[in-house]
């Protein structure tokens, strides 16, 4: 098996491969790296740095149930906004 180059990745790459491989630790770290290295983010703790990855995981998780949402309406069932309004 072939090592992944985490330092070739652009960061949305490595975002994907940490939302595919969630127990990957040295691809988590090399994300926290390439984060660390965005403006206006100063990481000060492991704690802090795991709580800025899950809330980047719930959005990607609550967007991707969005297209699925999405997908399903499409098939002629509920219209989309309606099954928004239900859910909130």
């Known amino acids: ?16 491969y940490v939302l595919e491989h969630r ?10 790296d390439k984060l660390r290295e965005e403006p206006g983010i100063e990481i000060t703790s492991t704690e802090q740095m795991h709580e ?3 809330a980047r995981l719930d959005e990607a998780d609550l967007r991707d ?3 699925v949402i999405e997908e399903i309406a ?3 069932t509920t219209p989309f906004e309606e099954i928004k309004t239900v859910n909130k």
């Open 52 to 54: 800025l990855i899950e």
């Open 1 to 16: 098996m072939t090592k992944a180059n985490f330092q070739g990745m652009t960061k949305q790459e490595l975002r994907a």
């Open 65 to 67: 149930a969005y297209k």
């Open 74 to 76: 499409g098939l002629g």
């Open 23 to 32: 127990d990957d630790r040295e691809a988590f770290y090399a994300l926290t």
